[in-house]
């Protein structure tokens, strides 16, 4: 009797209960995450510390910065071309076949090609090179081609159903003049440059345009680059990854034709090199969100190119930092003593204009 009044009560307490709240789930916006970073350069000293028993190994100069460029996807520009035969450094530079590898191992998946440093070892180092990358079907290599028709293809992957639009120029090429029409790359010229920007638009949600331009060691752009990125950004450019100079140059929000604004970084510096100039130390990396027909969550983080320098050219530990993680210690062994973490904030300051800066 007591254990049927009890039942008796758990239901009627049961029954008076309030029924659960059905879960609201919300919808969540899909997104694609970007990184974007300068100039990979390796000088011969870079190549000689990279050099292994069994050929070479890249991994390690990245071994400071790895963490920070994974995304969806994270841009590099290859400065030096991948050439086959001998690796060189300056002047005419090749790099060996294991850094498409290596770049992968570290995280990049999207890689410029088009450089003044392209032909330095003349068609055949760029065919090879389109080869080698070709080899790595999760990594895209941008601005090369292997003939003319190439050249009218548009580079899009799709990602979370958001599809991105990669297009390359270049406005110079060492050893050949300017005006010379090469199948292999896009200068800033052609009736092609104007052709892609339009597919481009028409075809993904979002435009990522890759510029090779301006003056090398300039801290400023220069009037071509400020017009060009009109242009693009009237195009329909969303965002502009300017490299060349090897100098951090200004990035800011530039006005669309169509009332839209564009990300331009004009030049993003190095990311790892053995340049010797003080100019050319201080760079940056570039993130944001991509959604459908927008980007946002933009930040600038500054990084810096690190190596030890002994007398007035050794140099070894070649490294990446960002600047907040930059300490008086490595100024020091540095060797560039005007470089001091106060300066180099200050000129981030000075660069960087209505965009968050994470330092």
């Keep these: 009797m007591k254990y049927q009044l009890l039942l008796a009560v758990m239901l009627l307490l049961s029954g008076c209960s309030a029924p659960p709240k059905e879960e609201v789930k919300k919808k969540e916006t899909s997104s694609v995450s970007f990184v974007a970073v300068g100039d990979n350069l390796y000088h011969q000293c870079m190549l000689d510390e990279a050099k292994t028993s069994s050929g070479y190994d890249f991994t390690g100069y990245y071994k400071n ?20 035969g001998a690796p060189s450094g300056y002047p005419l530079f090749s790099a060996p076949d294991s850094v498409a590898g290596d770049l992968q191992k ?21 065919l090879h090179s389109i080869q080698v990358f070709n080899k790595y079907p999760r990594m895209t290599y ?23 639009a990669f297009v390359s120029f270049n406005q110079y090429v060492n050893g050949v003049t300017y005006q010379k029409k090469l199948p292999y790359m896009i200068n800033f010229h052609e009736s092609t440059m104007m052709e892609n920007m339009k597919k481009a638009r028409e075809n993904a949600d979002i435009v ?20 060009m990125a009109k242009q ?21 929000y530039i006005q669309r034709a169509d ?12 990311f790892v090199s053995g340049m010797l100039e003080e100019s050319c130390q201080l760079e940056g ?29 050794e140099r070894h530990d070649f490294s990446v930092y960002r600047l907040k993680d930059y300490t008086n210690k490595l100024v020091e062994k540095h060797g560039f003593p005007n470089l001091t973490i106060p300066y180099m904030k200050e000129e981030v300051k000075q660069k960087v204009k209505n965009i968050k800066i994470d330092m």
């Design 65 to 84: 910065i790895k963490k920070y460029i994974q995304a969806d996807y994270s841009f590099v520009n290859q400065e030096t071309i991948l050439g086959g």
């Design 259 to 270: 009332g839209k604004r564009t990300l331009v970084a004009y030049s993003l510096g190095n």
């Design 208 to 227: 990522i345009v890759s510029c090779h331009w301006g003056i090398e060691y300039d801290y400023y752009p220069n009037t071509f680059q400020k017009n």
């Design 232 to 252: 693009l950004a009237d195009a329909g450019a969303d965002v502009i990854i300017g490299t060349h100079p090897h100098t951090l140059q200004d990035v800011e």
């Design 106 to 126: 570290v995280g990049f998946n999207v890689v410029n090609g088009a450089t003044n440093h392209a032909y330095d070892q003349g068609a055949s180092g760029i």
């Design 285 to 313: 990396m570039l993130s944001f969100d991509i959604e459908k027909k927008k980007i946002k969550n933009v930040v600038f983080t500054p990084l810096v190119n690190y190596y030890t320098l002994t007398g007035k050219r």
């Design 142 to 164: 941008l601005g090369l081609y292997k003939n003319e028709e190439e050249k009218q293809n548009i580079k899009i992957v799709e990602k979370n159903g958001i599809k991105i």
